[in-house]
């Protein structure tokens, strides 16, 4: 008799408010890099200032999903994966019901950074030892990010998905 395959899929539920439009990256293959546009946001009467995250792309395989929230304004923060590199922490802050800080980190050791530290914080990790991100979701207003959340399972090839 066959062994069942163990699930090895785990979500992060997501962080921030949440309203506007539901979105999803997901896509066939690994993740190999990640795109952010931040868009520099000064508060009334300037007594405060914050950054957004009003566009997200990710990479599968070296082809870019198509871009989530805006058309590509404000600052272009983009962090490309070397091989056999992935992503095991999803990291940041939401503040006045949008996302104003994101982190990735991979299994090196190496880490991305995007926004600014201000507001409630949220830190998201697979589970499942040997999992990595597989796509990320959550919601935009058509301006910025309102709330993001992370999927986890273990990449293999020998599987179609």
Same mark, same amino acid.
């Given at each position: ?13 997501? %962080?921030?408010?949440?309203?506007? &439009?539901?979105?999803? &990256? ?77 982190? $990735? ?37 058509? $301006?910025?990010? &309102?709330?993001?959340? %992370? ?7 020998? $599987?179609?998905?």
């Amino acid at each position: 008799m066959a062994m069942p395959v163990p699930d090895y899929y785990s979500y992060s539920p997501a %962080a921030g408010e949440g309203g506007g &439009t539901e979105f999803s &990256t997901e896509h066939e293959g690994r993740i190999t890099g990640v795109r952010v546009y931040e868009y520099p946001y000064n508060g009334y009467y300037n007594w405060y200032s914050n950054y957004y995250m009003n566009g997200l792309q990710v990479q599968y395989d070296g082809n870019w999903t198509e871009l989530v929230c805006m058309n590509g304004y404000g600052n272009l923060k983009t962090m490309t994966l070397f091989d056999n590199e992935y992503f095991v922490q999803v990291s940041g802050k939401y503040y006045s019901g949008y996302v104003s800080e994101l982190m $990735f980190v991979t299994n090196e050791g190496r880490s991305f950074k995007v926004g600014q530290p201000t507001g409630l914080s949220f830190n998201f990790y697979p589970t499942h030892d040997g999992s990595e991100l597989r796509f990320l979701s959550g919601r935009h207003n058509g $301006f910025a990010l &309102t709330s993001i959340g %992370a999927h986890w399972a273990v990449f293999n090839n020998d $599987f179609p998905e």
